[in-house]
């Protein structure tokens, strides 16, 4: 078998590793079920899930990291080109304070501009636009499995927990607005 492309070398991967987990929870999913109690029971249950989560992960991470080296050489690239402008145009070490204030003028506005490009360049703001978006599938992932950990040790959510604080929050005003009320009335009721 011949694998072409590392996309190609990726999914086979993923999918081998797919199916070593779909073999090993179909034979682990009833001992280990039976053997397993509360909790650990849940989670035997739904460890293929995070299985999955963890296979795609290492997939999304991969691209990430692609990413990262993409931004930092980006970073760089631009860092050595700006300083070695720098250098072509105040090549001597300065001597006063005349001198330092004028050198640091330059390499202020040389950085400055070479920056500003490169942080207006469509090639930098694709690349970290994807960045941001495989940090963001990452997250999720991670979510997921924290889920499903929760779930498995019978706790709620994230999504479960932020339900109940707004619920509270709305809870607080109500009874902060029926209090006002009510000192109200007996403010009335005292003037009598």
Do not use: C
Not at 42 to 48: C, D, L, T
Not at 101 to 126: C, M, P, Q, V, Y
Not at 143 to 148: A, L, Q, S
Request: aromatic fraction near 10%.
């Amino acid at each position: 078998m011949k694998l072409e492309s590392s996309k190609e070398i990726t999914d086979y991967y993923k999918h081998l590793s797919l199916f070593w987990t779909d073999i090993m929870h179909l034979m682990s999913s009833k001992p280990q079920a039976l053997a397993s109690v509360g909790p650990m029971r849940a989670f035997a249950k739904n460890s293929k899930k995070v299985s999955t989560e963890l296979i795609e992960i290492n997939e999304v991470l991969m691209g990430f990291n692609q990413h990262y080296t993409e931004y930092y050489k980006q970073l760089a690239d631009t860092w050595s080109d700006a300083q070695k402008k720098v250098n072509l145009k105040a090549p001597e070490i300065p001597q006063d304070v005349e001198q330092i204030e004028a050198f640091k003028r330059i390499w202020i506005d040389i950085f400055d501009n070479d920056f500003t490009e490169l942080f207006d360049s469509g090639k930098f703001g694709e690349n970290y636009g994807k960045l941001v978006s495989k940090e963001l599938e990452l997250t999720k992932h991670w979510n997921n499995i924290t889920n499903v950990i929760l779930q498995s040790v019978n706790l709620p959510s994230k999504e479960e927990m932020d339900e109940i604080y707004k619920e509270i929050h709305s809870l607080k005003k109500r009874v902060g607005k029926l209090e006002l009320a009510l000192k109200k009335k007996e403010v009335k009721q005292n003037a009598k």
